[in-house]
């Protein structure tokens, strides 16, 4: 059995974004099976269907990458990209720039799907990650540095590693690879040799110096389960892109539905939350001794109770606790 393996992810932070263009093909569509597309082949075929993500907040910008995943408007990208972003831009490869209509996010896979007007851009096609062999060729693109979407060779070393991500966060069957990965690739597509997705780059590790990068991606396969969860029916999203807006309780918490429970994703500084002690990764599993079975469930606990106390029961961990909330206001 492998290690957990600590790593870090490969956001990028910078004061502008070289954005990048290039012509937008009708499909994108896999080889034929068993026949090898070649490199200046691939990138034409996939770039297209590539985005660069810009998340701002108080002058600070996080720079990333996505990819479109179906013809309905979705785009995929890592849940730590925007997780600090105030706004969010989506910048296509025609130049267009638009900004997602709702987010959800299954933090604790650090995935994110956003839904914007990606018009005819085409979608990446769907691998499939139990096919990967060791020292099977693969290939990154991405925003490296925020210097320009990019193409990585590299090849898969190893499968099924457990990566753990921070913050509670973990990947239990990660995609190894020594393509070349680098704080602006997050969220990008990793692609096999025919160009199909086979998983989306996520974290890496820095060894010593002068070793190369050992870079991690979350399987496709695990990406389709998260993804159908996220943009079903009733899955909680956040309508406005801003944490501090329509996605925060009264309590300063940005939360997902966790099945049984919520997940809290974030905690607003000063909040009320923030004084009790709560993090992000946190589950919210009873509100004064009732089951939270939603984020849904928890704001209308909130409404009923006005002005007036309640406990809450959080689980980190295997850790249990109950704690009093005082709540001036239950405004939303």
Known sequence: MSSLLNTGLLGAAFGACICWSGPVTAAVVCATPGQDADPVALFDMVAPSVVTIEATSDGDRMVGTGFLWDRSGHVVTNEH???????????????????????????????????????????VSHGA?????????????????????????????????????????????????????????????????????????TALVVPSAGEPNVGFAVPVDLLERTVARLIEPGVRKVSDVAPDASGTTALGILAEDARPGIRVLKVMPGSRAATLGAKPGDLITHADDRPVNSVAALTAHLKRRGADGMRLTFLRGKESRTVEVLLASTSL
């Open 81 to 123: 990209v925007i997780r600090s972003g105030k706004q969010l831009t989506i910048r296509f490869s025609d130049g267009r720039a638009v900004r997602p209509s709702t987010i959800s996010v299954a933090a604790h896979l650090d995935v994110a799907v956003l839904l914007a007007d990606t018009r005819e851009a085409p979608p």
């Open 129 to 201: 990650a139990g096919r990967l062999g060791m020292g099977q060729r693969v290939f990154a693109i991405g925003n490296p540095y925020g210097s320009g979407v990019s193409l990585s060779r590299g090849t898969i070393s190893g499968l099924d590693r457990p990566v753990d991500l921070g913050g509670g966060r973990r990947i239990d069957n990660a995609i190894q690879t020594d393509a070349s990965l680098n704080p602006g690739n997050s969220g990008g597509p990793l692609i096999d040799a025919r160009g199909c997705l086979v998983g989306m780059a």
